[in-house]
């Protein structure tokens, strides 16, 4: 914590291991002298530019309870739940913090029609938090729901609007349920076409 936040962050480091001062200064040796050894740890920090990528996961990051300490406890983090909630209330009929906090009647988040908005929330307002702490991305990326949430923090779409996208594709989805599968195959496009060309209609 105190490498992270309160030290400067040189771009040259080390680690020296040891149990006792005789190996302590064997270790500070070692490193004043620029030998290698298994007790002297040594590395170069790492994106010295100051630039972030936020990555937005889809849907099977979600666990029971996630996101609940931070409400309790994160004012910033609870305004934009509260802001992703009012956002997704035309949309839905079930309240995103009762679902967080399992209260009885809320729907479950074995739905996909909960457990995609719940994730943009929830993904959204910790990206919020990130920022409001001074962590502002260069990049955003995401995969299904994520992409909704990285758009929204990229200000490509409002959060109305994210909000929108990210709960009517879920209720979609659910519709579509069991009519169709899903698969990868790596190949290039030309050669999967040729394939399906034996199915018209794919």
Do not use: N
């Not at 040259?12 to 620029?34: C, K, Q, S």
């Not at 040594?42 to 666990?63: I, L, T």
């Not at 519709?175 to 050669?191: E, S």
Request: proline share 5%; hydrophobic share 45%; net charge negative.
């Amino acid at each position: 914590w105190s490498l992270a936040t309160g030290r400067t962050h040189f771009d040259h480091r080390a680690v020296i291991l040891g149990t006792d001062h005789a190996d302590m200064m064997a270790g500070l040796a070692a490193l004043a002298d620029g030998h290698d050894t298994p007790t002297v740890i040594r590395g170069v920090r790492a994106g010295s530019d100051g630039r972030a990528v936020f990555v937005f996961p889809g849907q099977g990051s979600q666990w029971a309870g996630m996101a609940l300490d931070l409400l309790d406890t994160t004012p910033i983090f609870r305004e934009h739940i509260e802001a992703c909630e009012r956002a997704l209330a035309p949309h839905t009929d079930w309240r995103l913090t009762d679902t967080l906090r399992g209260l009885p009647g809320a729907p479950s988040m074995d739905r996909v029609d909960v457990v995609q908005p719940v994730l943009f929330a929830v993904m959204v307002s910790l990206a919020r938090l990130w920022q409001a702490h001074g962590i502002e991305p260069s990049a955003v990326i995401g995969h299904s729901q994520g992409e909704i949430a990285a758009a929204h923090i990229a200000g490509a779409l409002t959060l109305e609007e994210a909000a929108r996208i990210a709960a009517l594709r879920s209720q979609a989805i659910t519709r579509i349920t069991g009519k169709g599968g899903m698969g990868h195959v790596a190949l290039p496009q030309d050669q999967v076409s040729d394939r399906l060309s034996a199915w018209p209609g794919l």
